[in-house]
């Protein structure tokens, strides 16, 4: 094995929507509504599949609860807020680079949140490569985005190793005949004790 595939959010960068929404302090039945609307919605996903602009994102967040657009537009504006950098991240892709690893990523996000949040994912330029799914207009865990990623960069399924937190896309990985890890905080910790 000499090729390891990271997810972004929740494995090497915070995703942390519940966090960012409280900031508000809307009361707890506009924050149950505005996190339906927008968070816990199949609409956020259009965004990360990158067919629509950040606008018609946006509306489509405003017409689960038309009654909130002012709360909406307000979460919208700084949603960027929802990424958080996590403290092991540097060290354990450290840790792979020094044991001559390829690094490569395969992430679901949104050309619009990764224009806001570019700084915060500045270890990535230290990557061999990778595919955001906003480039590709497909997510995980379709097949396709997992073969365009081995594809453009000619790696072997059987050599690679993926970490992801959702256990659909992990899977998605392992039919492909990729070694695949359900990520937790736990993982970079315990191999850099080792």
């Known amino acids: 094995m000499n090729t390891v595939i990271f997810d972004v959010g929740n494995v090497l960068a915070g995703y942390d929507w519940e966090s960012y929404l409280k900031t508000f302090r809307y009361p707890a039945d506009v924050y149950e509504r505005v996190a339906d609307a927008v968070f816990r ?3 956020w996903e259009e965004g990360d599949r990158g067919k629509i602009s950040a606008k018609e994102w946006l509306h ?11 709360e909406i537009r307000e979460v919208f504006a700084g949603f ?3 990424i958080v950098p996590l ?5 354990w892709l450290a840790y792979f680079r020094r044991q001559n690893y390829k690094l490569y990523y395969l992430s679901n996000y949104s050309c619009e949140l990764y224009h806001r949040t570019r700084d915060k994912l500045r270890f990535l330029e230290d990557f061999d490569g990778g595919i955001f799914s906003f480039e590709v207009k497909c997510i995980k ?3 396709e985005i997992y073969r365009l990623l081995l594809d453009r960069y000619q790696i072997r ?3 690679a190793v993926f970490y992801d937190d959702r256990p659909e ?5 392992r039919r492909l005949g990729m ?3 359900v990520f937790h905080e736990d993982i970079p910790l315990q191999m850099m004790r080792k």
């Open 179 to 181: 070694n695949g890890v």
């Open 169 to 173: 896309n992990v899977e998605a990985a």
């Open 80 to 82: 960027e807020g929802t």
């Open 141 to 143: 865990p379709e097949e």
């Open 157 to 159: 399924p059987e050599d």
């Open 87 to 91: 403290d092991y991240s540097t060290d």
């Open 60 to 70: 489509l967040f405003i017409a689960n609860a038309p009654d909130l657009e002012t």
């Open 41 to 43: 919605n199949a609409d």
